[in-house]
């Protein structure tokens, strides 16, 4: 939709040719794509193919990386191949609908992480204790979320839904969802992701719980 919204078009790639990177490239440059949404992992099979067959992709000028922590010595391989071509490190939850803050990348970070970047318009974003209560800047807390991005809750499952989504204490009349991720503010504003607070994994951007596979085997 966001395409639409600035006068561009949404090309919708089909799981064919994502299971091929070859005919995944050559759909991204014959719809003269110029924005690209990937999971990290699977920008990772773009780049090792294209590190292979050296290809020119003349209208792409950025790659939006998201659903999964992306790691620094991806970026470091991307910029190698492609230099010219924009790497944003997209991040949020389902739950926030989806990307609540943009690190827009020409080259590669100083830091030993990738960083988060800052929050859109419109979400605020905190890094809080086990009490709700804002930590200093660069110590390590929960992300949590305020603001007209936050979801209702989750269907069916009250339960789970009071645990997450809990009225904002910093703000009135506002309602915040508790992340589960781990992170800090830097220095100059931005998010640091550090891990999960919990036992959940992502693969190939599906979020895992490891206790409902335990529990399966079990």
Not at 63 to 72: P, R
Not at 100 to 114: A, G, I, K, L, Q
Not at 152 to 169: L, M, S, W
Request: proline share 6%; aromatic share 6%.
């Amino acid at each position: 939709v966001s395409a639409l919204l600035v006068g561009g078009r949404s090309l919708l790639v089909e799981q064919k040719a994502i299971l091929d990177p070859k005919r995944f490239v050559d759909r991204i440059v014959d719809g003269r794509v110029a924005v690209v949404q990937v999971v990290p992992s699977y920008l990772e099979v773009v780049l090792s193919y294209l590190t292979q067959h050296r290809r020119e992709l003349p209208d792409l000028r950025c790659v939006s990386a998201t659903g999964e922590a992306l790691k620094k010595e991806l970026v470091q391989r991307w910029f190698a191949t492609k230099p010219a071509i924009t790497l944003v490190n997209a991040y949020g939850l389902t739950e926030t609908s989806d990307d609540t803050n943009h690190e827009v990348m020409n080259s590669v970070p100083d830091r030993e992480r990738v960083p988060l970047g800052v929050p859109i318009n419109n979400v605020s974003v905190y890094v809080v204790d086990e009490h709700l209560s804002l930590v200093p800047l660069g110590a390590p807390g929960e992300i949590v979320f305020s603001g007209v991005c936050v979801g209702r809750g989750y269907i069916n499952d009250p339960e789970r839904t009071r645990r997450a989504f809990v009225a904002d204490p910093h703000r009135e009349g506002h309602r915040l969802y508790r992340s589960g991720d781990y992170g800090r503010w830097l220095p100059e504003g931005k998010l640091e992701f550090l891990g999960r607070r919990d036992s959940q994994v992502k693969i190939s951007g599906f979020r895992i719980e490891i206790g409902e596979i335990e529990n399966a085997l079990l």
